[in-house]
């Protein structure tokens, strides 16, 4: 079997580091845990501000107060961190040497480092961390020594839905009554769209009018989202746009992550201005923000994957005998399935059989996982990163952590069935 892949250099890992058994934070530092305080009219129809500059936050219908005034940056609220977390039910940290921010609410950990625009998710399940990394429109802020941090993005990675009225400057934010945790990492089923000529006129104009220009563009008619990936201006021709994957990140942000491919040194090309990019569709019916990030990859550094043996010729085979239990959760934890004994032989026949994959793979994970219980306690997971031919096998057996990638259709469609 040919796999493609892109060489190491791309921020990617190996299946072993991407099931490793580490906790999130493994060297715990003595965090100072702030006093979060708060002001709320109880009891009272809730009044709109009086100042027609300020931000206001409305929390279940109540008006919520912070200390220091959130404020607008980047058509985004930032709050203080001393502010309205403990209300949305999580759990604020501070690390003052790293100009870090931590915020915990269940298996949930959200960390964001001052002026950094890149946040980082952690879901923590039965003792293996699972790691996410989200590109924000707005990077958390020190601003006369106070922390401000995005509302919106933590608020919805929390599981909150939050609105935003402009006309009175009021973010709404509605947690609901059920715990406030969003499934993250759910991969977006899309199709490419091969054509470029388009029926309608709007969206045939919408086209023309982007797809010279280098980044995210979207579009939507109806049920369906369109989303141009434009890799710009290049000065030949050999240039090609590929989407590797599409992540719904949180109720209302997805993020691609796209590749475009340069020529080889050895290609002959064409000498004329090209335009490479690519469109795709998917159907929904709320407004998604895309982010995303595009990496661009030489033809020569497309190199075949590695296809190495099984896990049985290996010696690192699951004893079916010494198998317990086996069951299927979501992403979120929530039992889906217990298999039977025939289904286990099935299942893990096929993971053993299977060729083994040694190339690199995206750091995240997404859709189903399955939990396996042996024999004294030991516990071996079957997850995706959103590729329906891989499988990552990882766990711990007599103490001592493994993990592999094996290639496999059948057990990988499974983990990603909606």
């Known amino acids: 079997m040919n796999i493609s892949k892109f060489k190491k250099v791309c921020i990617v890992g190996v299946c072993l580091s991407a099931i490793s058994t580490g906790a999130v934070f493994a060297n715990q530092q003595a965090f100072e845990i702030l006093p979060i305080r708060h002001m709320e009219v109880e009891n009272m129809a809730p009044t709109l501000p009086v100042d027609k ?24 609220t930032l709050v203080p961190i001393r502010g309205i977390m403990e209300k949305i039910g999580a759990e604020v940290k501070w690390d003052d040497d790293k100009g870090t921010v931590y915020v915990s609410a269940g298996d949930i950990a959200i960390e964001l480092i001052i002026g950094q625009d890149i946040a980082k998710i952690t879901r923590t399940v039965d003792g293996v961390a699972q790691l996410q990394e989200v590109k ?15 509302l919106r993005f933590i608020a919805e990675a929390l599981g909150a839905e939050v609105g935003w009225n402009e006309a009175d400057r009021v973010v709404d934010i509605t947690t609901g009554d059920e715990e406030i945790i969003f499934e993250i990492e759910r991969p977006i089923n899309y199709d ?61 942000i997805a993020y691609i992550d796209a590749k475009l491919i340069t020529p080889g040194k050895e290609d002959i090309v064409t000498q004329a201005l090209t335009y490479p990019n690519v469109l795709i569709k998917f159907e929904g019916e709320a407004d998604i923000e895309i982010q995303g ?32 239990e086996m069951k299927m959760y979501s992403l979120m934890q929530k039992e889906l399935k217990t298999f039977s004994k025939d289904e286990i032989k099935d299942i893990i026949t096929k993971i053993n059989t299977s060729p083994t994959y040694d190339g690199p793979v995206l750091m995240m994970l997404a859709g189903n996982s399955i939990t396996i219980k042996l024999k004294g306690d030991d516990v071996i997971q079957l997850s995706s990163y959103g590729n329906e031919e891989h499988v990552l096998v990882g766990g711990q057996i007599d103490g001592k952590s493994f993990g592999y990638c094996v290639v496999n259709s059948e057990v990988g469609r499974l983990l990603l069935e909606q």
């Open 53 to 76: 500059d300020s931000v206001r936050i409305l929390l279940n219908g109540q008006w919520v107060e912070t200390e220091v005034a959130p404020f607008v940056k980047d058509g985004r």
């Open 136 to 150: 924000l429109d707005v990077s958390a802020k020190l601003v006369e020594g106070i922390s401000f941090v995005p």
């Open 293 to 324: 990030d595009i990496n661009k990859i030489s033809q020569d550094d497309i190199i075949a994957g590695e296809i190495g043996p099984s896990p049985t010729e290996l010696g690192k085979a699951i004893d079916i005998a010494a198998v317990v």
């Open 192 to 252: 490419v769209v091969d054509t470029i000529k388009f029926d309608n006129k709007e969206l045939q104009a919408w086209f023309d009018k982007n797809y010279k220009k280098e980044g995210f563009h979207s579009f939507t008619d109806g049920q369906w989202h369109y989303v141009l990936v434009a890799g710009g201006e290049q000065s030949t021709g050999g240039y090609s746009m590929e989407i590797n994957s599409m992540t719904l990140v949180s109720k209302a």
